[in-house]
């Protein structure tokens, strides 16, 4: 039997235990700052105005900044059980942090009038999205090869073999003449004799 090496263990996920960790502490920081601390949804200094919340944990935060941090957190528990979707949505999630980072960075009073953001929580949400794009980057690790055996192809049929054979030709060469004794008519040869049965008449 022939044997062929495919890749049946797909090795150890790099991403996924790391992604759904952070996926499950933005969970709890988000529900833990809408209850605790900033709960405001105010809409008023949308899309160029400043923004204020209050402060949880060292962050400021609002309504709004509490909802991002659940639904951050809620995609990346949803895509963590898969290699793909961890690597998917961490790299969406990191994109999406990162950027509102540098906005809150630029424009120093949150994020389009709407995100309520001090320094902590730049540097969280900067942080975290590095953080993310780098393991969205991570493959997998220990796969092994599986041996299986293929059956081999079936070989091709014979064809019958062709005997030829030579006709045989048998060849009657002549034998000696027989000797006729007739030199003595009183003693004649073999041939000469009479037959078994007859007899010589005078």
Known sequence: ????????KKGVSLAKGPVGLLGLLGL?????????GGHGFATQHVPSG?????????L?????????FIAAGL????????HWGAKGMSLIVGLGLAAAAVIAVIRGDGVFGLFAANGRTELVWGAAGALLVLL???PRVGGKPERREE??????????RRVTREPVTFTTEPGPAPTRFLEDPENPGYEDTPAAGERLHD
């Open 28 to 36: 709890i920081y988000g529900i833990s700052a809408l209850i605790f």
């Open 151 to 160: 059956p081999e192809p079936a070989a091709s049929p014979r064809a019958p």
């Open 50 to 58: 400043a923004v204020h919340g209050q402060t949880w944990l060292g």
């Open 60 to 68: 400021e935060v609002n309504g709004w900044s509490n909802l991002l």
């Open 136 to 138: 969205s980057l991570l």
């Open 75 to 82: 995609l990346l528990m949803f895509g963590a059980p898969l």
């Open 1 to 8: 039997m022939a044997e062929k090496e495919h890749k049946a």
